[in-house]
């Protein structure tokens, strides 16, 4: 234990990925719980659009202050913002496929994150660094 503790105490990208790891789980359950709700009202398209509006604003926060220990700033935030339009984009046109495809409006998120998050992680981490 004492090994695995230094080993992510030296490796800070293993510690960076977990990190993310746990912030983007938040963010997916509060946007699948969002975007699940939703549907019983609105079009898909339009609830996921709201779901990860609502994400996006608690992921900005718990990936700048938790995930890679950084200030809030304009630079990190449109960064951010870029990676995350790129990465929404994805995911609104997998939604699409899959749905149309046959998958049922309600698991047809699970596979588009399935896809998308590694690409947003790579996204992510290279703007909060730089």
Request: aromatic share 18%; hydrophobic share 55%.
């Amino acid at each position: 234990m004492a090994d695995l503790k230094e080993l992510l105490r030296r490796n800070t990208k293993i510690t960076e990925f977990i990190r993310f790891g746990i912030v983007g789980s938040i963010a997916l359950l509060i946007l699948y719980a969002v975007y699940y709700v939703l549907l019983f009202w609105l079009e898909h398209n339009i609830a996921y659009t709201i779901g990860y509006i609502i994400s996006f604003v608690s992921n900005y926060i718990l990936t700048v202050k938790f995930t890679f220990h950084t200030k809030v700033s304009k630079k990190n935030g449109a960064g951010f913002a870029l990676s995350h339009f790129v990465n929404y984009l994805l995911q609104i046109g997998f939604l699409n496929l899959f749905i149309w495809l046959g998958l049922a409006e309600s698991i047809a998120p699970i596979p588009v994150f399935a896809i998308c998050v590694p690409t947003n992680f790579i996204l992510v981490s290279f703007f909060m660094k730089k």
